[in-house]
């Protein structure tokens, strides 16, 4: 039995036309956590967008095994049912729709199944608390009017209502200060502790700080040039990304 929840083969794929991703290769199992770093214009997002199926970005060649499932020609909501998350670097704003009214309807998609009001409040107001909100935070529109941080919490707190087998965090850290940093890792923290695995994409390491990394990939040119552990964030934040430049 593949003991991975994740696992990408020889994956090209890119937008409009051009090739961002030249052959990458990836696997993540259950529990753990992936961090994906590199400079700006690497690839890094067009690879999250891909693997949650964003119809903009497109798979040329090469394989995405979700839970045992190749998921390729899958769309975005059917890959969100089955347990893949993506929290979003700019979260839009949806006027007239309640954060809570998209959460119930988030969590009915996501299980299938009719959400019981009673836990489902119940549970907004243990997140609430854990990321210390204030509960008439989820009456709001949908990010109108939210503050940069504000958007970060309300990804980390759909990321703790729909519980995805796998969750992929993209550029979750920017613009977030250091209080808001240490909110935020509370509840990625949670979620790992629940299970969950994680990849998060970033340029800065300060949310990995309170988070225990089990791997760390370098992405360069649309290539991963380099693998390693939790220490290859310390050789990145020694000798930046210039080292690995050539090797893309």
């Known amino acids: 039995m593949d003991e991975k929840i994740l696992k990408i083969k020889d994956l090209h794929a890119g937008i409009e036309g051009e090739e961002i991703l030249h052959g990458i290769d990836l696997a993540v199992a259950p529990g753990e956590t992936h961090v994906l770093m590199g400079p700006n214009g690497a690839g890094k997002s067009t690879l999250g967008n891909v693997i949650m199926g964003n119809p903009a970005y497109k798979a040329l060649s090469g394989s995405i095994f979700f839970d045992g499932e190749d998921i390729v020609s899958l769309s975005a909501d059917e890959r969100s049912r089955r347990g893949l998350f993506l929290s979003f670097q700019n979260p839009l704003e949806v006027p007239g729709l309640s954060m809570e009214a998209f959460l119930r309807g988030a969590v009915r998609e996501r299980t299938g199944k009719a959400v019981k009001i009673f836990a489902f409040r119940k549970k907004i107001e243990e ?42 965090l993209d550029e979750t850290d920017s613009g977030l200060d250091v209080d808001a940093v240490r909110t935020v890792s509370k509840g990625i923290d949670h979620y790992l502790q629940n299970g969950g695995a994680l990849l998060i994409i970033t340029h800065s390491t300060r949310i990995l700080d309170a988070l225990k990394v089990d791997a760390t990939h370098i992405l360069v040119n649309g290539r991963i040039v380099k693998d390693g552990d939790g220490s290859l964030v310390e050789e990145i934040n020694r000798g930046g990304y210039a080292q690995y430049v050539t090797e893309g």
């Open 127 to 168: 997140i609430c608390k854990l990321l210390d909100m204030d509960p008439s935070y989820v009456e709001r529109d949908l990010n109108v009017g939210f503050s940069g941080g504000e958007k970060k919490k309300a990804e980390i707190f759909q990321l703790l209502m729909l519980e995805p087998k796998l969750a992929i």
